[in-house]
């Protein structure tokens, strides 16, 4: 227990001063909102394609990958029931109507891809991607259909279908692209030149920094008078860091899960508001500033939630 504890705080150091950096450097100037969108652009859409490429196609084979069809499914149930406990929790809150839509989502989905993969692999080592990806898809396929149809209804552009064609480009992101070329080879049998995954190696070897330094980027500009209404955002921060892991190891346990598939996926639901709740938000003329508020607070309280939960599932 002793060496578990260790490399939790080990964890929370390495995770804070990487944030420090990130924080450090908006704090004295050197990065500003421009140069701030470049982080996410950096990892969405280069970074972390070439990542799951290459560890797809260096560490997995077809067993592998065909064990992910129940574990999407595993991870769906626990999504949609963590999303029944939202629909409870608004009864209880009351948030405003053109927010109702943004708390359900941000209550039930979390930051999979951009945040949770780079912190799954960095944790629990490559063997972690199979697992973190399937609870990704589950993730998605709830957030893309009706978490997206509910905050349609909080704005002012009118309802959207829940499944559409958009929702199914959305299901299938730049990283995703990168895994499933990956999945493709090992399913084929097909070898890539060595120079070709020695270069997908170091540039996806950014990611994790390039995350972490994400999230103190968000700590600064944070203040305490953009944390209102303090109950809806409690609530919300409930579900992401209490409710929805506490239903996963649950499901798991039951299930009887591999003991690396329930570390992921109860560290993948423990993760912060997804962002792409403040993005859809701003879409459709809701409440931007509300969502902007959960992705930020939970993804800078997740520096300290994140290793907590590394000592947790390391106990199983």
Known sequence: MSE????????????????????????????????????????????????????????????TLGAMVGWVGLGLITV??????????????????????????????????????????????????????????????????????????DGQVGRVPIVSFETVKRLIPPPMVGF????????????????????????GALNTPLAIMYIGLGFYGLTLSSLSPLKDIVVVLGGRFLICPAITLTFCLLAQTPTLTTQVFVTQSSLPVLAASAIMAGYYQSDPNYANVLVSLSTVLSLATIPIFRLIVTTF
């Open 4 to 63: 578990v504890f260790s490399q939790a705080v080990d964890s929370v150091l390495t995770l804070f001063l990487i944030g420090l950096i990130g924080y450090g450097l908006a704090r004295f100037g050197f990065i500003n909102n421009q140069i701030k969108n470049f982080f996410p652009v950096m990892v969405v859409r280069v970074t972390l394609p070439c990542f799951l490429l290459s560890v797809t196609v260096k560490s997995y084979d077809r067993a």
């Open 180 to 203: 499933i070329i990956g999945a493709l080879l090992v399913l084929t049998g097909l070898k890539p030149p060595k120079f070709f995954l020695d270069a997908t190696s170091a540039v």
């Open 80 to 153: 949609l029931l963590t999303f029944s406990l939202a629909l409870l929790a608004a009864r209880l809150v009351k948030p405003e109507r053109q927010r109702r839509g943004i708390f359900y989502a941000a209550f039930a989905a979390s930051n999979t891809m951009y945040i949770g993969i780079p912190i799954n692999l960095s944790l629990f080592g490559d063997a972690a991607l199979a697992p973190a990806m399937a609870y990704f898809l589950a993730n998605g396929l709830f957030f893309w259909t009706i978490g997206n149809y509910l905050m349609s209804l």
